[in-house]
T-cell receptor, first 113, second 112 residues
Framework: KAGVTQTPRYLIKTRGQQVTLSCSPI?????VSWYQQTPGQGLQFLFE???????NKGNFPGRFSGRQFSNSRSEMNVSTLELGDSALYLC????????????FGPGTRLLVL | AQSVTQLGSHVSVSEGALVLLRCNYSSSVPPYLFWYVQYPNQGLQLLLK??????LVKGINGFEAEFKKSETSFHLTKPSAHMSDAAEYFCVLSKGFQKLVFGTGTRLLVSP
């Protein structure tokens, strides 16, 4: 099976712009989670989608949003970018069991100038 | 609140030496615990997972971890370090429904 894929791998934006990141889960996985990784805050949970519905949400401002499509692919959007949004954004997919192992993609590295 | 604490942001060992990465957890319910590894500029790879079936969990690349409820610990070990083990290791607790809580990570340095 192909693993979790994320596009693009690298992105440079300027403050105030918006960005959309994409994640394709492992075939058959309906749950997709997003995480932000920064040197200062470490790895933090953003949100999780299951069958096109947001099932869980972390403590991030409303500028961070996401969606999931019927084929389980997910997108994450960040509007009005701030310098502090520079980070590695990781996507993970898993099966239907709430405690099932999550498999991570390689991440999208976002740099905000 | 559920949390994990990793002791030591950096651990240095010589090649062939024992690797011991420490993790303590806090959870009001029986926890699901994981160790993930992250190589530079890559995503996270699962090393092993504890799900209460057995207290000693064997993972990939010769790593294993022992769940000790009395000590609320889940330390990661490997008998003999290899240069390729140099990476960052994360102890992770699952809060259910795919919401993971990560430790701060331990960077393992392996010298020849």
């Amino acid at each position: 099976k192909a693993g979790v894929t994320q596009t693009p791998r690298y992105l440079i934006k300027t403050r105030g712009q918006q960005v959309t990141l994409s994640c394709s889960p492992i075939s058959g996985h309906r749950s997709v989670s997003w995480y932000q990784q920064t040197p200062g805050q470490g790895l933090q949970f953003l949100f999780e989608y299951f069958s096109e519905t947001q099932r869980n949400k972390g403590n991030f401002p409303g500028r961070f949003s996401g969606r999931q499509f019927s084929n389980s692919r997910s997108e994450m959007n960040v509007s009005t970018l701030e310098l502090g949004d520079s980070a590695l954004y990781l996507c993970a997919s898993s099966g239907d069991n709430p405690q099932e192992t999550q498999y991570f993609g390689p991440g999208t590295r976002l740099l905000v100038l | 609140a559920q949390s994990v604490t990793q002791l030591g942001s950096h651990v240095s060992v010589s090649e062939g030496a024992l690797v011991l990465l420490r993790c303590n957890y806090s959870s009001s319910v029986p926890p699901y615990l994981f160790w993930y590894v992250q190589y530079p500029n890559q995503g996270l790879q699962l090393l092993l997972k504890y799900t209460s079936a057995a207290t000693l969990v064997k993972g990939i690349n010769g790593f294993e971890a022992e769940f000790k409820k009395s000590e609320t610990s889940f330390h990661l070990t490997k008998p003999s370090a290899h240069m390729s083990d140099a990476a960052e290791y994360f102890c992770v607790l699952s809060k259910g429904f795919q919401k993971l809580v990560f430790g701060t990570g331990t960077r393992l340095l392996v010298s020849p």
